[in-house]
């Protein structure tokens, strides 16, 4: 079982790029869930997903896309990436109702 | 709504001594439950305890305690005899998943930083 993983570890991009942050889990769970921790804060929802096919916003979704094709799959697209979405991006799955398995996270910079 | 508050924002102790890191928490709903993660610096959040809104006792794990008090709404974690290896930032974290929202994510605490200084 590898959990949850993530890729990239790093990124740096440039004002008005798009790139797509990858996440994937090998445990079947259809909840699944970005975040974004912002430097000395705590962590904030930003998409979510409770089965392929099915995604809904979260606390701080502008900026952001998502797609649920796969239940392995979740990823997170940024378009016109700005300096505010400079921040740690964590993916995370649960079996419900709280066994909660977060990936390591993706450090983005965007200058 | 859900919303978690870790009041402290950093604490400095010296290698040896006790620290408690204080969370309270609001929830409209009876069921619920609380985590406590590590953030050590390199990045990964570490998971440390799980308790749910009907399981008052309060727990101990090695130099590690936790205080769950559903009278004041709070869930406070306590460490004994720290040392260097503690210092990171520690999360509380909410999850109310019958709530209506059908989900079970968490509402994160803005973490406390901990400094254990040798």
């Known amino acids: 079982n590898a959990g949850v993983t993530q890729t990239p570890k790093f990124r740096i991009l440039k004002i008005g790029q798009s790139m797509t942050l990858q996440c994937a889990q090998d445990?079947?769970?259809?909840?699944m869930y970005w975040y974004r921790q912002d430097p000395g804060m705590g962590l904030k929802l930003i998409y979510y997903?409770?089965?392929?096919?099915?995604?809904d916003k979260g606390e701080v979704p502008n900026g952001y896309n998502v797609s649920r094709s796969t239940t392995e799959d979740f990823p997170l697209r940024l378009e016109l990436a700005a300096p505010s979405q400079t921040s740690v991006y964590f993916c995370?799955?649960?079996?419900?109702?709280?066994?909660?398995?977060f990936g390591p996270g993706t450090r983005l910079t965007v200058t | 709504a859900q919303k978690v508050t870790q009041a402290q924002t950093e604490i400095s102790v010296v290698e040896k001594e006790d620290v408690t890191l204080d969370c309270v928490y609001e929830t409209r709903d009876t069921t619920y439950y609380l985590f406590w993660y590590k953030q050590p610096p390199s990045g990964e959040l570490v998971f440390l305890i799980r308790?749910?809104?009907?399981?008052?006792q309060n727990e101990i794990s090695g130099r590690y305690s936790w205080n769950f008090q559903k009278s004041t709404s709070s869930f406070n974690f306590t460490i004994t005899a720290s040392q260097v290896v503690d210092s990171a930032v520690y999360f509380c974290a909410l999850s109310d998943p019958f709530s209506g929202a059908g989900s079970y994510q968490l509402t994160f605490g803005k973490g406390t930083k901990l400094s254990v200084i040798p």
């Open positions: 308790r749910n809104s009907f399981d008052e």
């Open positions: 445990m079947n769970h259809n909840y």
């Open positions: 997903s409770v089965g392929a096919g099915i995604t």
């Open positions: 995370a799955s649960v079996t419900p109702p709280y066994e909660q398995y």
